[in-house]
T-cell receptor, first 112, second 114 residues
Framework: NAGVTQTPKFQVLKTGQSMTLQCAQD?????MSWYRQDPGMGLRLIHY???????DQGEVPNGYNVSRSTTEDFPLRLLSAAPSQTSVYFC???????????FGPGTRLTVT | AQSVTQPDIHITVSEGASLELRCNYS??????LFWYVQSPGQGLQLLLK??????LVQGIKGFEAEFKRSQSSFNLRKPSVHWSDAAEYFC????????????FGAGTRLAVHP
């Protein structure tokens, strides 16, 4: 089992560029989430999904889009990158039986 | 507003010393409580969790935490710290039924001196 995988590991964007952060899981968990981690702020929820075809906003959704066409994949899209989106992004799944979240290794994004 | 506070940004302890990391939350009801650890350059790993019942919970790597409702606290402890415990520790809560909407504290970075 690979668990939760994220690609790319590192990315540098120019302001205004778009990109998609990929997240895939092989644990068959319905619930998936995207967080961003910034120094001194812990992790903040961007978007989450409770199953294929269902997504909702978290604490800091502005500037990000998500979709969930399959159970396995939950991509995060930046339509027009801004320096304020420089951060480390984590994808996570939730085991509903234990309430335990499983985190991917993260994507470090820099927007110049 | 719902919040999680970790008052200590950095803590340094000597190897073999005891450790306590503080966590306070502000919610009307008792939330589900978690402690996660993040080693440098890594994702987060669950150390332990509290949902209900015995207020002292045991986790992995020799960690334990005690829920104190009267103080709205969920402090993490370890009796003897090892150099490999150097990492960042996050307290997190989720409201019952909030499923994967974890609310994290800002984190406490632990350094261990030999």
């Amino acid at each position: 089992n690979a668990g939760v995988t994220q690609t790319p590991k590192f990315q540098v964007l120019k302001t205004g560029q778009s990109m998609t952060l990929q997240c895939a899981q092989d644990m068959n968990h319905e619930y998936m989430s995207w967080y961003r981690q910034d120094p001194g702020m812990g992790l903040r929820l961007i978007h989450y999904s409770v199953g294929a075809g269902i997504t909702d906003q978290g604490e800091v959704p502005n500037g990000y889009n998500v979709s969930r066409s399959t159970t396995e994949d939950f991509p995060l899209r930046l339509l027009s990158a801004a320096p304020s989106q420089t951060s480390v992004y984590f994808c996570a799944t939730l085991d509903r039986s234990s309430y335990e979240q499983y985190f991917g290794p993260g994507t470090r994004l820099t927007v110049t | 507003a719902q919040s999680v506070t970790q008052p200590d940004i950095h803590i340094t302890v000597s190897e073999g010393a005891s450790l306590e990391l503080r966590c306070n939350y502000s919610y009307g009801a008792t939330p589900y409580l978690f402690w996660y650890v993040q080693s440098p350059g890594q994702g987060l790993q669950l150390l332990l969790k509290y949902f209900s019942g015995d207020t002292l919970v045991q986790g992995i790597k020799g960690f334990e935490a005690e829920f104190k409702r009267s103080q709205s606290s969920f402090n993490l402890r370890k009796p003897s710290v090892h150099w490999s415990d150097a990492a960042e520790y996050f307290c997190a809560v989720v409201l019952s039924g909030g499923y994967n909407k974890l609310i994290f504290g800002a984190g406490t970075r632990l350094a261990v001196h030999p």
